[in-house]
Nanobody
């Protein structure tokens, strides 16, 4: 079965950096869209950044220039490098996978079928 396991969350001061990891199993990693999403209690799930199997990325305006997604097919792992972090980045961060459509990976959460359990990021 598909399994996604995130790690790397924690607390950081504003202006600092964190790197999240998500290890995938149970499907053909290189065929899927992968992405990072975040949610604050009481608010909607927000897309952060997604990547396709050609390393094409789509990034939300709120994090563009600060957050970068990457993937390692051999390790079946995606990463989220977060730099110059702000208190507004505080959230539970989730990785997810889906198939997109026509070879395109959409950034909107409904396009993603399988989700990890999340890792908390707090910026103060």
């Amino acid at each position: 079965h598909v399994q996604l396991v995130e790690s790397g969350g924690g607390s950081v001061q504003a202006g600092g950096s964190l790197k999240l990891s998500c290890v995938a199993s149970g499907y053909t990693f290189s065929n899927n869209c992968m992405g990072w999403f975040r949610q604050v209690p009481g608010k909607e799930l927000e897309a952060v950044v997604v990547i396709d199997n050609d390393d094409y990325t789509t990034t939300a305006d709120s994090v563009r220039g600060r957050f970068t997604i990457s993937q390692d097919d051999a390790k079946k792992t995606i990463y989220l490098q977060m730099n110059n972090m702000k208190p507004g980045d505080t959230a539970m961060y989730y990785c997810a996978t889906g198939w997109g459509k026509g070879g395109y990976c959409y950034i909107q959460p409904p396009w993603y079928n399988y989700w990890g359990q999340g890792t908390q990021v707090t910026v103060s």
